[in-house]
């Protein structure tokens, strides 16, 4: 049974995921929730490849950033990406399955810092991701 502040971090989550098109256009499924940690998957499919038949660098870099949105707000604090940057370790493929686990490294006052690495069916890393958050004073969700 999750304690108050996990379930929290799932209601933010869902909230989130409710209105987030993208996310939802690129299949994501929410895997595991905890407060300042989140773990996503998705499908790689035909239409998210690029010229040289491998999936263009903005799916693993979405992927990442959703988890990064995911962990970094689920607090309920309004929490907005200040910078990010990916390294892409190995090509990903049309059917791969990737999988984004997000990890909070320092949750402060008014910043967040996230390592996500993205891992494929296999359990090889393809790519990491680190993302550097501001924190609003505003809610996501009422209480």
């Known amino acids: 049974m999750p304690n108050e502040k996990d379930k929290l971090a799932n209601d933010v989550v869902s909230h989130m995921m409710d209105n987030d ?6 299949g ?3 895997l595991e929730i905890k407060e300042g940690y989140s773990r996503i998957k ?3 499919r035909k239409e998210m490849v690029n010229g040289f038949g491998i999936a263009h660098g903005g799916i ?4 990442a950033d959703s988890a990064f949105a995911f ?12 910078d990010t940057s990916i390294n892409f370790i ?3 493929h049309v059917d791969d399955v990737l999988t984004a686990e997000a990890k909070e490294l320092h949750n402060g006052k008014s ?14 890393l393809v790519a990491q991701f680190k993302g550097l958050c501001y924190r609003t ?7």
């Open 137 to 143: 004073d505003k809610k996501l969700i009422s209480i």
């Open 60 to 63: 693993p870099f979405s992927l």
């Open 42 to 44: 998705m499908t790689v």
């Open 111 to 124: 910043t967040g810092l996230y390592h996500i690495n993205i891992t494929n069916q296999n359990s090889h």
């Open 71 to 82: 962990a970094c707000n689920n607090r309920n604090v309004l929490s907005v990406a200040l």
């Open 21 to 26: 098109f993208f996310s939802q256009w690129l």
């Open 28 to 30: 994501i499924e929410v």
């Open 90 to 92: 190995k090509p990903v």
